[in-house]
Each structure stands twice: as structure tokens, then as C-alpha cells.
């Protein structure tokens, strides 16, 4: 598993000893080669783990099981020279989880349409790559329409005028996750492409020029 700093600078795998309940222990801290960057960073190993391990100490980790990213945030709860216990304190039902893709993913900023191009955008894909992309919603209507697709496994079908077209194109993809984002009152839609792939394909290889 790997474990980062909230501020991003310390970031180094470990194998997972033990899990009981909500407390981890991991079987390594960070060490020299650990090392983060950033030079305001501590230089010391001693220094380094007592500032990210001390006790209550927030963190992130991160793991992967069949292809899904979780991550959650704990807190140090005990440290000793060689292993450390911490203790999950975000619900793995709330834990941000994202479907991994075979290819590179574009950032990008494509006006969806759900519902016709006639009628306003339904929602913006904010990354793509030739096998998927993230579809961003928030219209009520429009994302309990797409939660009941992924409920019946039904496809998602929607269309997109790319930059380098003047047509809009049909595109259909399987809708493989749905992650709340309360903050802005959005949902981020996980879709893999069923078809629709060459006009995918010729967009993304306009952005490898860039």
C-alpha cells in the first residue's frame, strides 16, 4: 500500500502487516530513500519521520484490489522503530474509489449532451482516453437517469463535438462508477466506451501533438 502526507511531500509503499477493525499496521516508515524533494522538507531521517509520524499525525493511503484505487486518511496512533499502527477514520462506503484505464488519460473540457445537442449541456467530461472517460453531472434528473443505467446495466449513450469537427458524434459506454463530490453538488460518472472509439481516437491523437 502506499502512504502520503496530506501535503504531498512524503510518499513511500509499505506492505500491510495486520488489519483489525479500523487500525492498520504497516511493516515499514519511510527511510532515506524516502526522501521527499522538496528541500524544506526535513533532511534528517529522524527529523522526517517525526514530523509526519508523530502520534495523531493525518495521512493518506492508498491501495489497489482488482483494478479500483481506494484511498482514505488516518491518523498515527503508535509508532515503533520499525512499524507503525494507524487507525482509519474514513468509512471505506465513503472512500473516493477510481476505476483504473490500459491508456493515458487527457485533461480536457467537452460539453456532453445526454439528451440531444438541441438542448443544453447535460454535463462536462473533464478526461478522456480511448478507453473512457469521467463524465461530470449535475442535474438531479439527469443523474438519477444515469444511476438507474448502471442499475439495470444499461448504456450510457450521449453526444460530443469535439474541437476538430463540425459534427456532433455518437458515443456509448458502460457506466462503471458513480462518486458524489457533495462539495459542488456534483457526480463524477466513470464510463467505458462501447463504441464510438475512432472519433475518440482521432481527438486524442490531435492532443499527443500538444
Known amino acids: 500500500m502506499q502512504v502520503l502526507s496530506r501535503d504531498g511531500k512524503l510518499k513511500f509503499l509499505s506492505p500491510l502487516v495486520e488489519a483489525v477493525g479500523d487500525v492498520l499496521v504497516v511493516d515499514r516508515l519511510p527511510s532515506v530513500s524516502d526522501m521527499p524533494e522538496d528541500q524544506s522538507s526535513p533532511r534528517d531521517i529522524a527529523a522526517l519521520r517525526n514530523t509526519y509520524f508523530k502520534f495523531n499525525q493525518t495521512l493518506l493511503i492508498r491501495t489497489i484490489d482488482r483494478g479500483v484505487v481506494y484511498s482514505c486518511e488516518t491518523r ?44 443544453s449541456a447535460d454535463g462536462k467530461i473533464s478526461d478522456i482516453s480511448s478507453c473512457g472517460c469521467q463524465l461530470t453531472l449535475s442535474d438531479d434528473t439527469t443523474i438519477a437517469e444515469v444511476r438507474d443505467l448502471q442499475i439495470h446495466d444499461k448504456p450510457l449513450n450521449f453526444e460530443v463535438l469535439f474541437p476538430h469537427d463540425d459534427s456532433y458524434r455518437q458515443l456509448q459506454g458502460k457506466v462503471v462508477s458513480l462518486i458524489n463530490d457533495d462539495e459542488h453538488h456534483q457526480v463524477r460518472v466513470g464510463v467505458e466506451f462501447r463504441s464510438g472509439a475512432e472519433s475518440v481516437a482521432e481527438y486524442i491523437n490531435l492532443l499527443r501533438l500538444y
Open 76 to 119: 498515527v496512533l503508535e509508532v515503533s522503530e520499525q512499524r507503525a499502527r494507524l487507525q482509519v477514520y474514513t468509512a471505506p462506503r465513503e472512500i473516493y474509489r477510481q476505476y483504473q484505464r490500459h491508456e493515458h488519460r487527457f485533461s480536457c473540457a467537452l460539453c456532453a449532451y445526454l439528451h440531444g445537442h438541441c438542448a
